[in-house]
């Protein structure tokens, strides 16, 4: 027999509640307005290589700000609730809350380069609008920096073997992951703008 160790999970659901057409245009709206007038944000974006705009360096506040962003929060809340269920972390009966949340506007062509979340206990993305041809986000094995001598996987082998997983996301999906774990989204090959919110919960 063999025992498979040390699971790295992608939860992934349909956002849900009520009328979620009509919150997914609030927040593609609320996106667009401040891609527009955020200037520090547009700044940051410009000054590290961002391919479009990003309230992550600018805005803290923006559940504060705009009740699509706030009623999008309650929302997450319950999917990490029962991400940190299935998980199994013993939270002593406390929640885990959201720490920042910030919006992104990947421009065609745009990339966004390797990294984790440090600091967080999980993270994610929900995806507002994704265009035909829009990158995917694509995890990493954690395990690949201890891997010296360890060959390739074979193509078709199962997801859980490879060392690279892309999943992509439709409009109104819900990514979450934990936050250690390496990811990057690929140039974005859509026409048009691909609409997301990250977001880190500790
Ligand atoms: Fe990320």
Request: charged letters at 20%.
């Amino acid at each position: 027999m063999t025992l498979s160790l040390f699971a790295t999970d992608i939860y992934r659901a349909k956002l849900g509640g009520p009328a979620v057409a009509a919150l997914l245009g609030d927040l593609a709206a609320t996106i667009r307005q401040l891609a527009r007038d955020d200037g520090a944000g547009r700044r940051w974006s410009a000054e590290n290589g961002y391919g479009g705009y990003t309230s992550y360096a600018s805005l803290d506040d923006l559940a504060w700000r705009d009740s699509a962003v706030a009623e999008l929060q309650t929302r997450l809340d319950k999917h990490v609730a029962v991400f940190a269920r299935q998980l199994a972390f013993d939270l002593k009966g406390r929640k885990l809350t959201c720490d920042s949340l910030w919006v992104n506007l990947l421009k065609p062509g745009a990339q966004h380069t390797a990294h984790i979340h440090p600091g967080s206990a999980v993270s994610g993305t929900v995806y507002i609008e994704v265009p035909p041809g829009a990158s995917a986000i694509r995890y990493e094995d954690p395990r690949l920096g201890l891997m010296m001598a360890a060959p390739q996987v074979k193509p078709g082998a199962p997801p859980a073997r490879q060392r690279f997983v892309s999943v992509a996301p439709k409009a109104g999906e819900v990514l979450l992951w934990e936050s250690w774990l390496r990811h990057d989204v690929p140039r974005n090959a859509a026409k048009s703008e691909r609409l997301s919110i990250s977001f880190n919960y500790r």
